[in-house]
């Protein structure tokens, strides 16, 4: 198992990860970087048996962030992000808002419910395996993805209109 | 706000890119990381391995031949070895005396503990008396020395090599070993070898044992060893003594070992 090229293939979905759990490109990738020195371990707890690679490697984000997270809350350590292609000063002021709206809504979830809502809703990834990395039932990934969703509908219902009036 | 605006919404959220230099901290961390396996290994498992060398270490003292390869010992001799001051001693022996001695004798400097396996003298353990920290290391080093000679025995030599190789007796420890002869000729000739220059002196009783007493010359006839052994226990030294040659012509005791209790293993 060569650990460069799980690097290569994995890092990119394990630091958005990282960053949409803790807030920060600097913790993201001290994460991730601490994640692959965890397969070089001696005793690493991998077990090619038990899971594939990625998704052990996610499981391993996702506790490194938790507990950087109990540390030092995501809200205390946003990063701004660069602006996004294409759209006018105007947009981007109004996008770079929105976007901030919804990261500070996003980092401001539960726990449980924003680890289930990173990874089905921005890694796309299949419920069976968001419950096989969280260790819990699909019916429990469901139910804290729906309360997420509509704890977050709540939180962003003043920006639905920007969002088209951005899109038009 | 329906599912396709909330997503919308979330979309907004980008993550910048990781930095470039991420892949190069990865690269430097796992190459320092595969430069010191060992090192780790060691860290992980140096209190465990610390934990099983002392219990190892508390069995040996309590039972010394708790690890031995020998598992059929048919009997054990405990024994005292006893070492003489040349200027200390009102007399001497002789080498024709079978008993040896008529003076008393000084505190031993070594108790040991040893059968005969194929005619040859294995020692299961040992001490010093009053030396802890000796007795110890004495102990350690018989563990070391009683595995690598039994593995010697079990797995490098066949029966008849072994039947071949000479049998020793250690009148004053491991390291300073006496050899008798053939083990076979030794053994069927109900310990009446001739090895060398030996010779058989005679016959006697130690511990309600018969023996053979057979004398040997050693180091070009300056010393010369005593040697009463026991064909009923397989040719075991119940009595060994090691004169010197004085400049006169006399002989004087350097070392004396004897069997105090014999235990047959299994009665």
């Not at chain 1, 293939?9 to 803790?22: D, I, K, N, P, S």
């Not at chain 1, 449980?112 to 990173?118: A, G, T, Y």
Request: hydrophobic share 40%.
């Amino acid at each position: 198992m060569d650990v460069l090229e799980l690097f290569d293939e994995h890092h990119g979905a394990l630091f958005r990860f990282a960053y949409r759990l803790t807030g920060s490109a600097a913790d993201a990738e001290d994460i991730v970087q601490t994640c692959f020195l965890e397969l070089l371990r001696p005793g690493c707890s991998y077990d090619p048996k038990r899971a594939p690679v990625r998704t052990w490697l996610f499981g391993v984000v996702r506790n490194q962030a938790l507990k950087r997270f109990r540390q030092k809350p995501a809200s205390d350590t946003l990063d701004i992000p660069g602006g996004a292609n294409g759209p006018s000063p105007e947009q981007q002021v109004l996008r770079s808002e929105i976007e901030e709206v919804v990261r500070r809504a996003v980092l401001t979830l539960p726990e449980v419910q924003r680890e289930v809502l990173i990874l089905a809703h921005y890694e796309q990834m299949p419920l069976t395996e968001i419950a096989s990395i969280l260790d819990i039932e699909i019916g429990a990934v469901k139910s804290r993805l729906q309360r997420a969703r509509v704890s977050l509908r709540e939180t962003l219902a003043a920006y639905a209109p920007n969002v088209e009036q951005n899109h038009e | 706000m329906n599912d396709t605006e909330l997503d919308e919404l979330l979309n907004t959220w980008k993550t910048p890119p990781p930095s470039g230099s991420l892949r190069q901290s990865v690269r430097a961390a796992v190459a320092a990381q595969q430069q010191r396996p060992r090192r780790a290994w060691l860290v992980r498992w140096r209190w465990a391995a610390a934990m099983a060398a002392g219990v190892v270490l508390a069995v040996l003292l309590v039972n010394p031949s708790a690890f031995s390869w020998r598992r059929n010992v048919p009997f054990t001799v405990d024994s005292e070895i006893r070492h003489y001051q040349f200027e200390n001693m009102e007399s001497v022996a002789t080498p024709e005396s079978k008993v040896g001695r008529n003076f008393a004798p000084p505190p031993p400097v070594g108790l040991v503990t040893s059968y005969n396996e194929g005619g040859s003298e294995v020692i299961l353990s040992g001490s010093i008396p009053n030396q802890t920290l000796k007795s110890i290391a004495g102990q350690i080093f018989l563990m070391f020395w009683s595995a690598a000679d039994g593995f010697k025995r079990r797995f490098l030599l066949d029966p008849d090599e072994e039947a071949a190789s000479f049998a020793v007796v250690y009148p004053s420890g491991p390291f300073t070993p006496l050899v008798l002869g053939r083990r076979d000729a030794l053994l069927s000739s109900g310990c009446r070898t001739s090895h060398g220059d030996a010779k058989v002196i005679g016959e006697d009783v130690v511990l309600n044992y018969p023996v053979t007493v057979v004398q040997e010359p050693h180091q070009g006839g300056n010393q010369m060893a005593t040697i009463w052994m026991a064909p009923a226990l397989s040719c075991f030294a119940l009595r060994v003594t090691v004169h010197a040659k004085q400049t006169d012509g006399t002989w004087k005791m350097r070392i004396e070992r004897q069997a105090v209790k014999v235990e047959i293993r299994g009665q």
